[in-house]
């Protein structure tokens, strides 16, 4: 959900204009359950929000985990609109990764559902100290209501695990690699994320990679300062550049 942004945006609120819209169905946003979450209509999505909101472009696309998925989706169908790109934590956007073994269980039909009728909060208190002791547990209980406690949401993480396969990729991959040959992009990783290696941090073509040895997959809310500190050096480097573009 947008909260995994919020201690991210206390530290950058007071000089940039920050947005940070749920998933479908995620946080406090809903869904339709019909909703297509295929790689083409959540670009689409994204596009609209963007058009709903007023939102200027080109413009700074900050993401991670499925937002990257998603948001790098629409970045490479809309690249007059981006201006920089920077991931956070571990994102996927490449046909060679493989899911980890929670994801696979969740795109397994009726295991997936098996496994989301008996998780609850102790269980998830369980497995996110297990992946993610950085977390405070005040906020692991506060991501679980925003998100598992609602029989929605479970349905819908069920969907967007399903939804993603590796082929969906073929070609994105290309354009993605095309885009951030022109625009500054920017790869902050958690290396003891447990669902994606730190290979990875380097499959997007940014020119500017930092691993975080300590940290893990939900890296802003793990080490919001930091990260709010590296995403306000590179907007500066990002606004010099435009303006020394312009002067030409």
Not at 51 to 65: C, N, Y
Not at 140 to 157: D, G
Request: glycine fraction near 6%.
């Amino acid at each position: 959900s947008a909260e995994l942004w919020s201690s991210v945006i206390k530290h950058l609120k007071d000089h940039y204009r920050c947005f940070a819209p749920d998933l479908p169905g995620f946080g406090r946003s809903t869904a339709p359950a019909a909703f297509d979450c295929s790689l083409e209509n959540m670009a689409r999505f994204i596009d609209e929000l963007i058009e709903a909101a007023a939102i200027p472009t080109p413009l700074s696309l900050v993401v991670a985990d499925f937002g990257a998925t998603y948001g790098l989706s629409w970045a490479v169908t809309y690249p007059h609109k981006v201006q920089s790109i920077a991931i956070v934590g571990g994102s996927n956007f490449s046909s060679r990764y493989r899911w980890h073994g929670t994801a696979r269980l969740f795109r397994t039909p009726l295991l997936g559902e098996l496994a989301m009728a008996a998780l609850n909060l102790a269980s998830y208190e369980r497995t996110m100290h297990q992946n993610a002791p950085w977390l405070s547990p005040d906020y692991v209980r506060s991501s679980y209501a925003l998100s598992l406690a609602k029989p929605e949401t479970r349905r819908m993480m069920l969907k967007l695990y399903r939804s993603i396969n590796p082929k969906d990729f073929v070609g994105k991959e290309e354009r993605l690699h095309d885009l951030t040959a022109h625009v500054l992009t920017l790869v902050l990783w958690g290396d003891k994320d447990p669902f994606i290696t730190p290979e990875y941090a380097e499959s997007f073509g940014a020119a500017q990679v930092e691993h975080f040895p300590q940290n893990g997959h939900w890296l802003a809310a793990e080490a919001p300062e930091i990260v709010a500190q590296r995403l306000a050096t590179f907007f500066a480097v990002g606004s010099r550049q435009e303006r020394s573009d312009t002067a030409k």
